[in-house]
């Protein structure tokens, strides 16, 4: 079975400091991973994706994330929050069936909410 | 085009209305998918539908009935709902549900949602 955990509801970080939401995951086969960002009263925006290829991955707005195997976590990082990240970020596993294969429908964390403090 | 398209944004109806909400999406994508989103919590799959066949109903109740006119359109239609059934609703798409995990092709594309409040 898949899953995933995300390790903190509620992250506070400065302006300027360095962001990190953590994600662990659980998969019996080579998982397709995916952090997505949702701010207040809006849709979920794809922030970046690891799919077997590059073990670090660059999304948009400064994110990137690891894959590591040997620890089963996913974190996402950022150098440097501005406050525009403040918002709800959910890691996200594609749900497998018995033969590896897929019909699309994701496994959602919990949820991280972001807080940048000026 | 690289957007899913709902609407309308924010829906307001009594228990005895019926409404639709809609989805549009241009990008060839074959599969879409509605979710359900609670305040301060993760969406919730209601349904998938995967070149234009229903595939996937998460024993949601039978007053929500999707309808997938083609590729491009996906409805929800609402009739009777109860006070508890107000959220975000969420209309996704994918390029193919099918293909390979890791290719790519099953990342979903959300819409920006529709807001519903059931009186």
């Known amino acids: 079975a898949q899953s995933v955990t995300q390790l903190d509801s509620h992250v506070s970080v400065s302006e300027g400091t360095p962001v990190l939401l953590r994600c662990n995951y659980s998969?019996?086969?080579?998982?397709?991973l995916f952090w997505y960002v949702q701010h207040p009263n809006k849709g979920l925006q794809l922030l970046l994706k690891?799919?077997?290829?590059?073990?670090l991955v660059k999304g948009i707005n400064g994110f990137e994330a690891e894959f590591k195997k040997s620890e089963t976590s996913f974190h996402l990082t950022k150098p440097s929050a501005h406050m525009s990240d403040a918002a709800e970020y959910f890691c996200?596993?594609?749900?497998?069936?018995?033969?590896?294969?897929?019909?699309?429908?994701?496994?959602f964390g919990k949820g991280t909410k972001l807080s940048v403090k000026p | 085009d690289t957007e899913v398209t709902q609407t309308p944004k924010h829906l307001v109806m009594g228990m005895t209305n019926k409404k639709s909400l809609k989805c549009e999406q241009h990008?060839?994508?074959?599969?879409m998918y509605w979710y359900k989103q609670k305040a301060k919590k993760p969406p919730e799959l209601m349904f998938v539908?995967?070149?234009?066949?229903?595939?996937i109903n998460e024993s949601v109740p039978s007053r929500f009935s999707p309808e997938c006119p083609n590729s491009s359109l996906l409805n929800l239609h609402l009739h009777a709902l109860q006070p508890e059934d107000s959220a975000l609703y969420l209309c996704?798409?994918?390029?193919?549900?099918?293909?390979?995990?890791?290719?790519?092709?099953?990342?979903?594309?959300f819409g920006a949602g529709s807001r519903l409040t059931v009186l």
């Open positions: 539908y995967s070149y234009e066949k229903l595939s």
């Open positions: 998969s019996s086969y080579s998982p397709s």
């Open positions: 996704a798409s994918s390029q193919d549900p099918a293909s390979a995990v890791g290719s790519g092709a099953n990342v979903l594309t």
């Open positions: 690891y799919t077997s290829a590059a073990t």
């Open positions: 990008m060839g994508h074959r599969a």
């Open positions: 996200v596993v594609i749900l497998l069936l018995n033969y590896g294969g897929s019909q699309g429908n994701l496994i």
